[in-house]
């Protein structure tokens, strides 16, 4: 079956660390994204990328980086220089820019 | 940029009523409009989506609707069942360029 996984569904890191979180789509989308959900906030984009080796920033790019060397792969960063990374982070997919997204499961990640 | 609106925040209806989800955009330029469904410790679930060229789309139960001039569409739900319960997302954007912008969600709450 066709999807995209996120992995790990819950990672629990010290802070200070820097973490990755997984994204991998095999539904051999172009483009892909990473958003951050807290509670109010709705989606806010962190990175998206619409072709291998090249990415864009979005709102609030500030402490996180990304790296597209496989179309299927898009993971993300969450560096010690994030002010404020406990949230809920979500990976989505589409064909081009703006069609329908798929999103993953979504990790939720805890810094302590 | 584009700028997402979406009201209200919390929607309590009882099972069998219709529930109406409202949003406003900025960016005239912009023509394709999904809207999404999450449950709860999931990733959202394109439930349905409309292009600026079409003024309604339905699907079973679920309709959008989109005024181009007031730049504003709405979600209907009829015949709302408790499964239907969800934080409900819209979004803007232009096809093929940039990312979608999301609205900050609208918990629906539908009691039995």
């Known amino acids: 079956d066709g999807g995209i996984t996120q992995s790990p569904k819950y990672l629990f890191r010290k802070e200070g660390q820097n973490v990755t979180l997984s994204c991998e789509q095999n539904?051999?989308?172009?483009?892909m994204y990473w958003y951050r959900q807290d509670p109010g906030q709705g989606l806010r984009l962190i990175y998206y990328?619409?072709?291998?080796?090249?990415?864009q920033k979005g709102d609030i790019a500030e402490g996180y980086s990304v790296s597209r060397e496989k179309k299927e792969s898009f993971p993300l960063t969450v560096t010690s220089a994030q002010k404020n990374p406990t949230a809920f982070y979500l990976c989505?997919?589409?064909?081009?820019?703006?069609?329908?997204?798929?999103f993953g499961s979504g990790t939720r990640l805890t810094v302590v | 940029g584009e700028n997402v609106e979406q009201h209200p925040s919390t929607l309590s209806v009882q099972e069998g009523d219709s529930a109406v989800i409202k949003c406003t955009y900025s960016?005239?330029?912009?023509?394709?409009f999904p809207w999404y469904k999450q449950e709860l410790g999931k990733g959202p679930q394109l439930i349905i989506d409309?292009?600026?060229?079409?003024g309604e789309k339905k699907d079973q139960r679920i309709a959008v609707t989109l005024n181009k001039t007031a730049k504003h569409f709405s979600l209907h739900i009829t015949e709302t069942q408790p499964e239907d319960s969800a934080v409900y997302f819209c979004?803007?954007?232009?096809?093929?360029?940039?990312?979608?912008?999301f609205g900050k969600g609208t918990k629906l709450s539908v009691k039995p």
């Open positions: 990328s619409q072709i291998v080796n090249d990415f």
């Open positions: 960016d005239s330029a912009s023509n394709y």
């Open positions: 979004a803007a954007g232009l096809v093929g360029q940039g990312n979608l912008i």
């Open positions: 539904l051999n989308h172009d483009a």
């Open positions: 989505a997919s589409s064909v081009g820019s703006n069609y329908g997204y798929t």
């Open positions: 409309i292009r600026s060229n079409v």
